[in-house]
């Protein structure tokens, strides 16, 4: 998912990318939802330039509700990936197929 998020270039893109072979899921949303929280090895990735907290999400299609995913960094780092829904809480992550990405402006 966040390697479909990171393939629309954006400045940050590559450092984020390159982060993600040193990142681990550190937790989860308490509602249940599919977001995870990020952590990011610092020692050995370096931060990423990014202009936003949030530099890229993306729209779910799947044909009933909007959701959607964006991608947190917090200083660089990756920190977490945010699901949500304008209904029902998002309870498994889509298939990468089914998001179109929007790097911020």
Do not use: K
Request: charge should be negative; glycine fraction near 8%; aromatic fraction near 4%.
């Amino acid at each position: 998912m966040i390697e479909r998020l990171l393939a629309s270039p954006f400045p940050g893109s590559d450092e984020l990318l390159a982060q993600l072979r040193h990142t681990t899921v550190d937790g989860g949303c308490h509602c249940g939802c599919a977001t995870v929280n990020l952590s990011v090895d610092r020692a050995g990735a370096a931060p990423a330039p990014v202009i936003s907290a949030a530099p890229v999400s993306a729209d779910i299609s799947d044909g009933d509700t909007y959701t959607g995913v964006v991608l947190l960094v917090n200083s660089g780092f990756l920190s977490c990936l945010e699901v949500y829904s304008i209904d029902e809480p998002v309870r498994r992550l889509p298939p990468p197929h089914a998001i179109w990405p929007r790097p911020a402006a």
